[in-house]
């Protein structure tokens, strides 16, 4: 491997100095490291469509965590605005930099901002260096025998499984640049986000991701808990995820020693595996459905609902509360985000692509290959995703996962005065007025049937 003498690394979704591939080896391989965060205005800019403000100040909490950080290590963290290819060209041009270090990231977006920043990169003789870190297999190392994605989860899993997962691995104590960067820093965060959400759901940092590992020995219930909305059966921990606060090994390997390799948990680290490398190899998922047949489905676009779908005013309480949270905290239930999904696209007939922007712009944790391969699988289009003819009941799966409704009336103001019985009661009655609830905006069993005779005639 060649040795440079000065580097730039640029964090994108690994903010941590821990287990950090790229910048261990930028460490490794220079003499000192410019460690910075590149804020491009095609995603930072809050005027923009589908600008989500939830995982953008999960994003500016972790920054601030990744900031004391590299404080603590004897480094800064630097800030610059504009395309990453322009500020690589820039202080190519200042600071005599040798080389550029990144992580892949996967998206079509991702993939063509990086190979802006390697032609800038060649533009100004500067060595451009691509690790993978932020899954626990890369794309492209998890194939069928003929050297194909697989597109069957269960076979992927088992094929994944039986690969290692590398150990997390601590930084080397190697010198960072402290010194003026040459071009101008951005330091004006207010101007992206005025305001915070007090009541968001996870907080970013490491700090925070740190504490939630050391409560997976609570998790041991897991696989019966996770399900429930009203519990806290889940870890949270998919926002830090995402944004890299802590490792996907890290994680991977906590869980293995606290809980064991055969806990449920692991498999839905190969479930975020998946979705990315089927996002990897068919890069058209993000704009039309995987399995061609359904591609021609006649949507209902004009379909008044979609308001109240999006507002949590269905007149199916379960639904309701789901996007009810969704909106006030940027997370909802993986459970509810199951039953959600499938109102949307087999109750209402909306195209899938509506409501996965929908969850792209209020997410905290939002991926955009996890989230196109859950909504793929909700709407039965994705590779390995749900029968169509399999359609979530809301009643049903309200008085199974909420028979108290205790997630429902924490959600729903209105209901809270109704028992139990009475909200479960909704399918055949309609709420009091006074409550100022609606009723329900469609028949649940006549649309399933509708749903049946669209995707059973394709």
């Not at 460490?27 to 590149?38: D, G, H, N, R």
């Not at 959400?197 to 897991?222: H, K, M, T, V, W």
């Not at 058209?284 to 591609?295: H, T």
Request: include cysteine; aromatic fraction near 14%.
């Amino acid at each position: 491997m060649p040795h440079f003498g000065r580097s730039l690394f640029i964090f994108r979704r690994d903010l941590r100095i821990e287990d950090n591939t790229g910048l261990r080896a930028a460490m490794e391989l220079s003499e000192e490291v410019i460690p910075c965060f590149i804020f491009d205005p095609r995603l930072s800019d809050r005027e923009r469509l589908g600008f989500n403000p939830h995982a953008f100040q999960f994003l500016l909490e972790s920054l601030d965590d990744l900031s004391e950080q590299l404080h603590s290590r004897g480094g800064r963290l630097y800030l610059f605005y504009g395309t990453a290819e322009d500020v690589v060209s820039r202080l190519a041009g200042k600071l005599d930099i040798n080389a550029v270090f990144v992580n892949h990231d996967y998206t079509p977006l991702s993939r063509r901002r990086d190979e802006a920043i390697k032609r800038a990169c060649i533009g100004s003789d500067v060595k451009f260096m691509q690790f993978h870190d932020c899954l626990l297999h890369e794309p492209g190392s998890v194939l069928t025998k003929q050297g194909k994605p697989y597109l069957v989860f269960s076979q992927f899993f088992r094929a994944g499984f039986r690969r290692e997962v590398p150990l997390p691995i601590t930084l080397p104590g190697k010198s960072f640049y402290t010194g003026k960067p040459g071009i101008e820093e951005f330091h004006s965060f207010e101007t992206l986000l005025p305001s915070r959400n007090g009541r968001l759901f996870s907080r970013g940092g490491r700090e925070n991701a740190l504490s939630i590992l050391g409560d997976l020995p609570g998790f041991e219930r897991y696989d019966t808990e996770r399900n429930y909305p009203s519990t806290h059966g889940t870890t949270a921990l998919s926002a830090h995820n995402k944004l890299g606060t802590i490792s996907i090994r890290e994680f991977y390997h906590s869980v293995k020693e606290e809980l064991g390799e055969e806990h449920p948990l692991l498999r839905q680290l190969y479930w975020r595996d998946f979705f990315t490398h089927t996002a990897y190899h068919f890069p058209d998922v993000f704009i039309q459905s995987f399995r061609e047949k359904f591609r021609s489905i006649d949507w209902d676009y004009d379909n008044p609902h979609f308001h109240a779908w999006c507002s949590g005013n269905t007149g199916f309480p379960i639904v309701d509360a789901g996007m009810r949270q969704l909106n006030e905290t940027g997370f909802m239930h993986n459970r509810v985000r199951m039953i959600t999904a499938s109102f949307l696209v087999k109750d209402l007939h909306m195209d899938w692509y509506l409501g996965e922007r929908y969850f792209a712009s209020m997410l905290v944790d939002y991926d955009p290959c996890v989230n196109n391969g859950n909504w793929q699988w909700s709407a039965s289009t994705g590779a390995d995703s749900q029968p169509y003819f399999r359609v979530f009941n809301p009643w049903l799966q309200q008085r199974k996962y909420d028979p108290e409704c205790e997630y429902i009336r924490q959600w729903i103001p209105e209901l809270r005065e109704m028992s139990a019985a009475d909200i479960h009661g909704l399918e055949r009655s309609k709420p009091p007025a006074s409550s100022g609830y609606p009723s329900a905006i469609v028949d649940h069993k006549k649309e399933r049937d509708r749903t049946l005779a669209i995707f059973g005639s394709l």
